[in-house]
């Protein structure tokens, strides 16, 4: 969760609820987090995942989410706010690959004085998140490598002894 933004907290075992976003075209300024003890408690360790459908949409989009233990953090971009209206937030709680529970709340994003042109593609934000993502991971696996390597070097200097993989 971030300090500096406006937390809209949910409680996913009390049920939906309406999520009021912000105002349109704002970003960066909201962070939802959804409260997934209850479904943990019920169901085991899990992974949430969000699907969110803006006012005047038909097609919903993933939503990428930071998890913190047993809740989850959505940050409110300008994607998310394109559209002034009402909305949908679907979030779905995994065990395993099998959906245990879900949770559907009403979003609202208020109408800006200044109205946007075109809403930005959903998918083009979420994918640009997840390539970061992979080349994270895939950083993260060169560096482990790089220590493995320089490890076994040094256990084959020091002991004379040759490691196979």
């Not at 989410?65 to 809740?71: A, I, Q, S």
């Amino acid at each position: 969760m971030r300090w500096n933004m406006r937390v809209i907290q949910v409680d996913c075992g009390a049920g939906p609820t309406t999520l009021k976003l912000g105002l349109q075209g704002e970003n960066g300024v909201s962070e939802v987090v959804f409260d997934t003890t209850a479904f943990a408690q019920e169901f085991g360790d899990g992974q949430a995942v969000l699907f969110v459908k803006r006012s005047r949409d038909e097609t919903p989009y993933p939503v990428d989410l930071d998890c913190y233990g047993e809740t989850w953090a959505w940050t409110i971009s300008e994607t998310d706010t394109a559209n002034s209206g009402h909305g949908k937030a679907q979030l779905a709680y995994y065990v395993g690959e099998q959906i245990k529970k879900t949770v559907v709340c009403t979003t609202y994003v208020a109408p800006s004085v200044e109205q946007g042109d075109v809403p930005p593609d959903p998918y083009e934000s979420y994918l640009e998140r997840m390539a970061e993502i992979g080349a994270q991971v895939a950083a993260s696996v060169e560096q482990a490598q790089a220590i493995l390597d320089e490890m076994t070097e040094l256990l084959e200097n020091h002991n004379g002894i040759t490691y196979s993989e």
